[in-house]
């Protein structure tokens, strides 16, 4: 049971570029979120997904879009990545609408 | 708009001492509370959490108490080890606001002196 796992750890893009991070749990959850977390702040929710085929805005949304086509996989992509959306990218999952399991973090740099 | 904040950044205790973390809260619909640990280069991991009908809930060597009439949670590390040295999170949720939200606060840095 691997739990909450993310690919890349690490990437380096940049200004213009598109990627996509993968966040994949083996835990049969049916909530997920994507956050980004900032030196001396909080993680802020960037989209979340209640289920399958289901996605939702959270609080900083844009610049960014979600797919959650598999129960086990959501995913974040970046179209045109911009300097300011270097950060650290956590993924978690949720049975319920509690306790939330995180995985380990993607580092993106954009230069 | 609304958050869970922190009344301090950081906090230095002795190996073996008890540690206590604080952390002010303004959404008084808050349902549920829980408390997170980060290691360095690592994701947030599940301390304990507690339920706005509950006041107080203990762990292994964790304590959280929950006063809702001031609207503050605390975290009680009891014999502090240098395992403990992380940054710790609360965070909130309001049932009857977004799904799953969790708020979080900007976390405070726990060291641990040997």
């Known amino acids: 049971n691997a739990g909450v796992t993310q690919t890349p750890k690490f990437r380096v893009l940049k200004t213009g570029q598109s990627m996509t991070l993968l966040c994949a749990q083996d835990m049969n959850h049916e909530y997920m979120y994507w956050y980004r977390q900032d030196p001396g702040m909080g993680l802020r929710l960037i989209h979340y997904?209640?289920?399958?085929?289901?996605?939702a805005k959270g609080e900083v949304p844009d610049g960014y879009n979600v797919s959650r086509l598999k129960k086990q996989n959501f995913l974040l992509g970046l179209e045109s990545a911009a300097p300011s959306q270097t950060s650290v990218y956590f993924c978690a999952s949720s049975p319920t609408l509690e306790t939330q399991y995180f995985g380990p973090g993607t580092r993106l740099l954009v230069l | 708009g609304e958050s869970v904040g922190l009344h301090l950044p950081t906090l230095s205790v002795q190996e073996g001492d008890n540690s206590i973390i604080n952390c002010a809260y303004s959404n008084s619909a808050s349902d549920y509370f829980i408390w997170y640990k980060q290691e360095s280069g690592k994701g947030p991991q599940f301390i304990i959490d507690i339920r706005s009908n509950m006041d107080k809930r203990q762990g292994q060597r964790v304590t959280v108490l929950l006063n809702k009439t001031v609207k503050h949670l605390s975290l009680q590390i009891a014999a502090t080890q240098p395992g403990d040295s992380a940054v710790y999170f609360c965070?909130?949720?309001?049932?009857?606001?977004?799904?799953?939200?969790?708020?979080f606060g900007k976390g405070t840095k726990l060291s641990v002196k040997p």
């Open positions: 965070a909130e949720n309001h049932y009857g606001g977004s799904q799953g939200n969790l708020i």
């Open positions: 997904s209640v289920g399958e085929g289901t996605t």
